[in-house]
């Protein structure tokens, strides 16, 4: 059993003995619901109905109304709050589509607030901007294209905004029965790594753990991650985690104030004098994660910490681990990791005193070159004692967005088919016998790809769900370029975006649809902790013609081969699951999702329970890895670019509540800027061989010899050669300073 929180007031946990945090810079989360209530006001009985009826759409906690099954109480967060007008909100005029010149001057967020997309609409090469069409033209002149040209010229890409499993595998199915595997989520761009590296050596590629495991266990580390940005009804977790007598820590490039501290607004004590989390940051250089975990690993073993009987029992590759770790010196260690020795030492006995440990990360870790092998170094920390399979333990790559985990497990992905199974001719030939129609058996373009083939005149079809490649991929311009490129583009979404408006090459068109809770029949969203949850239809406010995505996927399959139309079509969602169950195995149960409140974890409240890894011999699997050896020019600063007070690349706010950092900020370390003649606010360029980011300091408690920037504004530095192993753009990039 873990500890229980203390019930009494903890003053040595406190934040500050001011009332209410005054003159301390963090979000005035009272004032966010009031903010919505006001902008939702003409909707408000249907706002409430979402916020209490709905499963969340905002990050992958996913709360059911606005309760959870980790504590009590009400959960409610700002991010929600920023989302909720997106559903409530009227449509635009399709008049403003008449002409798009001004609008391509205006930010997505500007395009956002105009309303929501209430019709199809087309655009064709030469026309100022769109005119209204019918679904039934809007769906033929698509199903004409993809008709008249091969499937390895076709791309489909879903994002995760309030996406559904619904949507995912109805969409992968559709894509499929086109004869296409080109077909990619936002799932496998932002954690892919975290999936193969946790396969790789558990056999499980999820999640091992649940919420619960953070309150009161002995150690709870962030790496890479920012949850109080993120994910924020987590600083509930982390209150009560507090109060169990857990230890909190981060390791990042930047000592995140939220991590550090926060008001939680639903917590009377908290709310007053707020929360101290992390009791220790270490700060690495950007990149400098297998490095310091590589230190920490090599303390446990030269201090007799590791625990050698789970070791010898229940793993193997331990020693050719020991072995590499005994050829990587101290100072190359420091070096590359930018922290002590002493740190690695502080961090290893803090390892040793735990009796369990959840490891939790997110894109600091995934984006990088190394993806791959930095989820990998954090499990070989977790397997040197034992720390995943048991009660206050596991694994933990938290996802951001609340139907991400979904996407990946109904297949909505270029590379594995609906359950995580590889794509190979056994896989597709069993897919082939239960639909009942020909599978694809070779692995499809993942995104960056879709975009490389588009740039060389490869592609004929972009059919996007949600989404802006132009504000999420590196290189912009090459981006823009790419989708000039496509002979049909086809956007369906809520509202508009920058990308919908790039020139077409022939064609473009616009499809509305609905969000979530407009769905008949209701929805199941997975979350982080592999809970699947059902979302009921809301009654309320619906938009023009607006459809849901799988409702339009597989009509358009239908209308491309009507040979399978008996193949392709659901009496309804709850049909729909019928299959999902049959089809994915660890979402047995789904079927019998119907009404509020009703769901079900899969694999239980803990993955390899009893150490029992499935894996092809049953033992978990150390990895032996080396530091990348990054060399930093002289004079030159790594910079990290995934910052911002946004959703994805939904910009909500141009000043971050929690930093105090505004847009065009670039955070630094003050003795770097004070050896550069630099202080607080002045301008500055950061350039490489890609591009230049004008942007003006902010003095930030960061490590040395690297910047952060807002993102996707630092996009334009990213080389978009630079990828992980399954295909993730590196978000990091080397940069000269210059004065302005």
Not at 59 to 78: P, Q, V
Not at 392 to 404: A, D, E, W, Y
Not at 665 to 671: P, W
């Amino acid at each position: 059993m873990l500890p229980k929180p203390k019930k009494h007031w903890t003053p040595q946990h406190w934040a500050s003995w001011k009332p209410f945090g005054i003159g301390e810079q963090y979000p005035n989360n009272y004032w966010e619901v009031f903010r919505a209530i006001w902008l939702s006001r003409d909707q408000l009985p249907y706002a409430w109905n979402i916020l209490n009826q709905g499963v969340c759409d905002g990050c992958a906690l996913g709360t059911t109304g606005m309760k959870d099954w980790t504590l009590d109480g009400i959960h409610l967060c700002n991010v929600r709050l920023r989302l909720l007008r997106m559903n409530t909100m009227p449509a635009f005029d399709p008049v403003l589509l008449e002409d798009v010149c001004e609008l391509q001057k205006q930010k997505s967020a500007q395009l956002r607030d105009l309303g929501r997309l209430p019709y199809p609409m087309i655009r064709q090469r030469g026309e100022k901007g769109f005119r209204r069409v019918s679904w039934d033209e809007a769906l033929e002149v698509i199903a004409t294209r993809i008709r008249a040209t091969t499937p390895d010229r076709l791309s489909f890409y879903i994002t995760s905004r309030g996406t559904v499993n619904e949507t995912y595998y109805a969409t992968q199915k559709a894509v499929r029965a086109m004869k296409c595997n080109n077909i990619d989520n936002a799932a496998r761009i932002c954690h892919s790594p975290s999936t193969a590296g946790l396969k790789a050596a558990l056999g499980a590629g999820a999640t091992t753990c649940s919420y619960k495991d953070w309150i009161g266990t002995d150690l709870l580390v962030f790496i890479g991650s920012n949850v109080a940005n993120n994910q924020p009804v987590t600083v509930k977790y982390l209150h009560y985690a507090k109060k169990a007598g857990t230890k909190i820590v981060v390791i990042n490039t930047y000592r995140e104030p939220g991590m550090e501290r926060y008001w939680v607004p639903s917590i009377v004590e908290s709310a007053l004098f707020g929360t101290k989390f992390a009791e220790d940051f270490f700060l690495v250089n950007a990149g400098g994660d297998i490095a310091f975990l590589n230190g920490t690993i090599k303390n446990l073993i030269a201090y007799g910490w590791v625990d050698q009987s789970f070791i010898d029992r229940y793993t193997i590759g331990f020693e050719e681990l020991k072995a590499s770790l005994e050829n990587q010196s101290w100072e190359e260690l420091e070096r590359l990791s930018g922290a002590s020795r002493y740190d690695m030492y502080a961090f290893a006995k803090m390892v040793a005193e735990a009796n369990k440990a959840v490891f939790v990360w997110s894109m600091g870790i995934t984006q990088h070159e190394c993806g791959e092998d930095n989820v990998r170094s954090i499990i070989n920390l977790a397997l040197t004692k034992g720390f995943v399979g048991r009660e206050g333990c596991g694994l933990m790559p938290i996802r951001g967005h609340s139907g991400v985990q979904g996407g990946a497990e109904m297949g909505c992905y270029a590379t594995v088919f609906p359950g995580g199974k590889p794509i190979n001719s056994d896989n597709a030939a069993q897919l082939s016998e239960l639909w009942g129609f020909e599978v694809p058996a070779s692995k499809g373009l993942i995104a960056p790809e879709m975009i490389d083939a588009a740039h060389q005149g490869q592609l004929d079809v972009l059919f996007s769900v949600g989404g802006n490649f132009l504000e999420v991929l590196p290189e912009p311009d090459y981006v823009e370029d790419a989708l000039k490129n496509i002979p049909l583009r086809v956007h369906i979404d809520i509202v508009l975006s920058s990308q919908m408006l790039v020139e077409p090459a022939e064609t473009v068109v616009l499809l509305p649809a609905t969000t979530r809770y407009e769905i008949p029949g209701g929805v199941t969203e997975t979350n982080t902790e592999r809970r699947v949850i059902f979302s009921p239809e809301i009654p309320g406010l619906r938009i023009g013609e607006a459809r849901p995505e799988w409702e339009v996927f597989l009509e358009l399959a239908r209308r491309v081969r009507p040979d399978l139309a008996d193949k392709l079509a659901f009496a309804n969602t709850a049909a729909m699951r019928q299959e999902i169950a049959q089809v994915v195995p660890q979402y047995a149960g789904i079927q019998h999702l119907q009404q509020a409140g009703d769901q079900f974890q899969y694999g239980g409240a803990h993955l390899c329970f009893g150490w029992n890894f499935p894996t092809p011999d049953g033992k978990a699997h150390f990895g032996a890895l080396l530091p990348p050896k990054k060399e930093l020019p002289e004079g030159c600063f790594l910079v990290a670019t995934r910052r911002g007070k946004q959703f994805n690349s939904m910009v909500q706010e141009r000043k971050d509540a929690i930093t105090g950092a505004v847009r065009e900020a670039v955070l630094m370390n003050a003795s770097d800027a004070a050896k550069l003649g630099l202080k607080d606010g002045d301008a500055v360029i950061l350039k490489n061989g890609l591009g230049e980011y004008k942007g003006q300091v902010y003095i930030a408690p960061i490590q040395s010899g690297n910047l952060q920037v807002h993102w996707p504004e630092g996009n334009i530095l990213l080389d978009k050669t630079k990828r992980s192993l399954e295909g993730v753009p590196d978000y990091n990039a080397v940069v000269r300073l210059e004065k302005q």
